[in-house]
């Protein structure tokens, strides 16, 4: 078997949450636009990422997912977040932080889902 890409699906109470964490803040672009539906969704990309986000309530409510970004410039990215989106920090992993198993990493978090920005 051979896959190419892993896409996450994330729910939100409020869609909005997830698009300003994802397009505001980590500068994905929506690259399909169902926004204005009775059931709100949109794929977003960025660098060959694909994340598709949903409205769904009962859902955000069962889920609140947790996954990683790997760079090869954390310091970059972790200036840009800290002078832009400074809210979205995760206030146990705030810095960048080496980690004993080696990599370096700090944490986002907004209403429905935690990131870790990692590079190894």
Not at 78 to 91: C, E, G, N, S, V
């Amino acid at each position: 078997m051979n896959f190419t890409k892993l896409v996450p699906n994330v729910f939100y109470v409020d869609i909005n949450d997830g698009l300003k964490l994802f397009v505001e803040c980590l500068e994905f672009t929506i690259e399909h636009d169902e926004l204005d539906t009775n059931h709100p969704f949109c794929v977003l990309g960025k660098n060959g990422l694909r994340i598709n986000l949903f409205e769904n309530a009962a859902l955000a409510n069962e889920h609140n997912p947790e996954f990683r970004l790997e760079t090869d410039d954390i310091e970059e990215v972790y200036q840009k977040i800290a002078t832009t989106h400074p809210d979205f920090l995760h206030p146990n992993l705030s810095s960048i932080t080496l980690r004993p198993w080696g990599a370096k990493e700090f944490a986002l978090r907004d209403t429905q889902l935690g990131i870790v920005i990692q590079q190894w």
